[in-house]
């Protein structure tokens, strides 16, 4: 079982940045993908970024150009930098982590953090 712990979340204007945070504890394999998914009210939680440790990553077209995932391996810990930000960014972002390589697709049977609000003002 691993444990992810979010945080960095907040209200920010239009064209702002934020950064988030994720940092894993328990049983992680040395082999692992980390990443972030975003739900909006009424739609569907959709992936965002994700990395797997060594450094691959794999970005939503909407995350594209503005928003940036890095790790820290030591830590565990995964960052989600975002600039640039739109209303339509307005979401809570779970942070999710599976073990393997380039394992972009989470599902409920992996683990996830709680979420953090993120609200983008026009």
């Known amino acids: 079982q691993v444990r992810l712990v979010e945080s960095g979340g907040g209200l920010v204007q239009a064209g702002g940045s934020l950064r988030l945070s994720c940092s894993a504890s328990?049983?992680?394999?040395?082999?692992?993908?980390m990443g972030w998914y975003r739900q909006a009210p009424g739609k569907q939680r959709d992936s965002v970024a994700g990395?797997?440790?060594?450094?691959?990553?794999k970005y939503a077209d909407a995350a594209k150009g503005r928003f940036t995932i890095s790790r820290d391996n030591a830590k565990n810990t995964v960052y989600l930098q975002m600039n640039r930000l739109e209303p339509e960014d307005t979401a809570v972002y779970y942070c999710?982590?599976?073990?393997?390589?380039?394992?972009?697709?989470?599902?409920?049977?992996?683990?996830w953090g709680q979420g953090t609000q993120v609200t983008v003002s026009s």
């Open positions: 999710y982590y599976k073990t393997g390589f380039a394992a972009w697709s989470a599902s409920r049977y992996d683990s």
């Open positions: 990395i797997s440790t060594g450094g691959v990553t």
């Open positions: 328990g049983n992680i394999f040395s082999i692992n993908t």
